[in-house]
């Protein structure tokens, strides 16, 4: 009936002729009339049994079978911004049941569309922590998630060039992002600098930021120097990295970032509360099940071990394979060594402070203590803003920086 008509739209009190729009045809039926998407269905009723044991069925409401009618082309669909938050769960829900997000010409349309709409209710927390698999086959999908409040990518083998490095530095998660969790991703100095050149040099990107585990990574305490550009953080885990615990790293962190040691572990990174949290809650467990089922994984295996065997570096290659258990396995083995630092109260912050003093004076005379005591407190502002300053230029010069930058 519908099959070759022309499809009218009306918009903003105009009518305009859309073409090329091929509906979602239904599930193929026994009769040669069921055809049309707006024939109705079996899925347009509800069948139950009544007091006799007979079957009986009742029809669907208009609502729940234009839903379904919606939810079948939800990629026509060109913005949701507007609708009520109700109807966006219910219309997700429908999406999510005829499992729309595991297709991939499809899912990250849709969840752009959810995301741009509904924002932090479509995701508002994303634990990838040791799911590489997942992030590196659904990075469309991942993308379009631009209200995340939390994200913990540890153990996913970022490395020091990842696509997903714009992606965390991008203005769409600037205002949104409080907690990213990058430990174990075996990433060095340049990396960390790569990661940040965006905020350094054009000031924009993780503006919000107020917890960063950059821990179990190669660091060193040449890399802190690329943290001064988040303004607003206050926790850090350096656990497991380069660094080792002393007075001279306690007094850079204090005169870079403004943060002292913790002598207690802080709870925000034992990772017991970090949870994917949101609409999209099940679609990341259907892409984990149903990415693990994939009988392609199989062929990868024994291709994988056709070339260990060609190559004859088997030992090498499976030493990297097994790099993300065995930082797990560093957790473990270091969990008494930990490297958190924070940024202290008022009261705290003059306790730090005589503490330090305190400190120094077995180095320095002390006539020179006391005169220190009396400029720190004014000095102590433009020490955290003066390393910054003098990085720039050096910083801005490198060649990763300049390739960044010309990527924008």
């Known amino acids: ?190 990396g960390l600098q790569r990661l940040t050149a965006p905020i350094r040099m054009m000031r924009r990107g993780l503006d919000c930021l107020q917890v960063l585990d950059v821990s179990y990574n190669p660091l060193s305490e040449r890399a802190l120097r690329y943290v001064t550009c988040l303004p607003k953080l206050v926790k850090l885990d350096a656990s497991g990295t380069n660094m080792k615990l002393n007075t001279g790293l306690k007094t850079a962190i204090w005169n870079l970032l403004g943060l002292i040691y913790s002598e207690k572990p802080l709870d925000t990174f034992d990772h017991s509360g970090c949870k994917t949290e949101g609409w999209a809650e099940q679609v990341v467990n259907q892409w984990e099940t149903n990415g693990s089922q994939m009988p392609k994984q199989k062929k990868i295996e024994e291709s994988r071990t056709a070339a260990l065997r060609f190559f004859g570096r088997q030992k090498f290659v499976r030493d990297v394979l097994n790099a993300a258990p065995l930082n797990g396995e560093n957790v473990e083995v270091s969990s008494r060594e930990k490297l958190h630092f924070y940024r202290p109260t008022t009261s705290s912050h003059v306790t730090e402070r005589q503490i330090s003093s305190a400190t120094n004076h077995q180095v320095k005379s002390p006539c020179n203590n006391v005169k220190k005591r009396k400029q720190e407190p004014g000095t102590c502002s433009a020490s955290q803003k003066s390393p910054p300053i003098k990085r720039s230029p050096s910083s801005s010069l490198t060649a990763e920086d300049i390739d960044l930058l010309n990527s924008y």
Not at 153 to 170: A, M, R, V
């Open 1 to 190: 009936m519908m099959d070759n008509s022309t499809i009218y739209v009306r918009e903003r009190g105009s009518l305009r002729r859309v073409g090329d729009i091929v509906l979602a045809q239904p599930k193929p039926a026994s009769s040669c009339r069921r055809t049309n998407p707006f024939v109705l269905r079996r899925e347009h009723f509800v069948f139950t049994y009544n007091e006799e044991g007979s079957l009986r069925y009742t029809s669907k409401s208009l609502f729940d079978i234009t839903l379904l009618f919606v939810a079948d082309n939800i990629h026509h669909v060109d913005s949701l911004v507007g609708f009520p938050d109700q109807i966006g769960d219910r219309l997700f829900v429908a999406a999510e049941e005829n499992r729309v997000f595991l297709n991939p010409d499809v899912s990250p349309k849709a969840l752009k569309l959810f995301s741009d709409a509904y924002g932090e209710m479509v995701l508002r927390s994303l634990c990838l922590r040791n799911r590489f698999p997942l992030l590196h086959e659904r990075m469309d999908e991942i993308k379009t998630f631009h209200s995340l409040k939390s994200l913990d990518l540890f153990g996913c083998k970022l490395g020091d060039d990842h696509e997903l490095f714009q992606h965390l530095t991008s203005t769409s998660l600037a205002s949104s992002l409080i907690q990213l969790f990058i430990g174990g991703n075996s990433l060095s100095d340049a």
